[in-house]
Structures are given as C-alpha cells and as structure tokens.
C-alpha cells in the first residue's frame, strides 16, 4: 500500500515563501507522475503543478513563474517551492501519485496572511 505524507505547510506572510515536501512509501515512486493540488476555502479542488517520471512540468497558470515542482526518486520525495505567496494562495494543499492521481496524501494547510 502507497502512503503519502506531506510536510512544510504553515502561516506566511504576503511575497514569502514555502517549501512542502511529500514523502512516499512503496518502491513505485520513480516510475509514476506525480503532483500538487490544492483547496481553497470553500472552492473546488485544483492542480497546481504535475511533474512526469522523465521530469517533465506543467502548471497552472496561477501559480507559473511563482511555484516549482521537482522530485528525488532516490529519497521517494516531491517537492513544491513556493515564492511570491499570495493570499490567494491560501489552501490545503495535496500531494498524488500515479498518472491517474491514484494515490493521495493526507493535506498540508498553508495560510498567506498579513
């Protein structure tokens, strides 16, 4: 069984920065697409970033130029950098493995906020 966990959610204010990190369990991490999404508060679930197993990216364009999904096999970790927060950018946000977004982490709130 597949389990995620994320890690690095918090309070920030405006302009600053976070990192969430999502470790997977499982020796299916390397050869599966993984992602990020997110929930707003009282919105709808989603995508933010997507990284293939090749290391191809795509974002949405809310977040281009601002968030940067990456992933080390060798640690069964993804990773989302995100500079420039916004408090629009308030969520909780997810982490998913497999290219049908098979398997889901628990949520990490991250709340921009003067």
């Known amino acids: 069984q597949v389990q995620l966990v994320e890690s690095g959610g918090g309070l920030v204010q405006p302009g600053g920065s976070l990192r969430l990190s999502c470790a997977a369990s499982?020796?299916?991490?390397?050869?599966?697409?993984l992602g990020w999404y997110r929930q707003p508060p009282g919105k709808q679930r989603e995508v933010v970033a997507r990284?293939?197993?090749?290391?191809?990216?795509n974002y949405a364009d809310s977040v281009k130029g601002r968030f940067t999904i990456s992933r080390d096999n060798a640690k069964n970790t993804v990773y989302l950098q995100m500079n420039s927060l916004k408090p629009e950018d308030t969520a909780v946000y997810y982490c998913?493995?497999?290219?049908?977004?098979?398997?889901w982490g628990q949520g990490t709130q991250v709340t921009v906020s003067s």
């Open positions: 998913t493995l497999g290219d049908y977004d098979d398997f």
């Open positions: 499982g020796s299916i991490f390397s050869i599966n697409r």
């Open positions: 990284i293939t197993s090749g290391g191809s990216t």
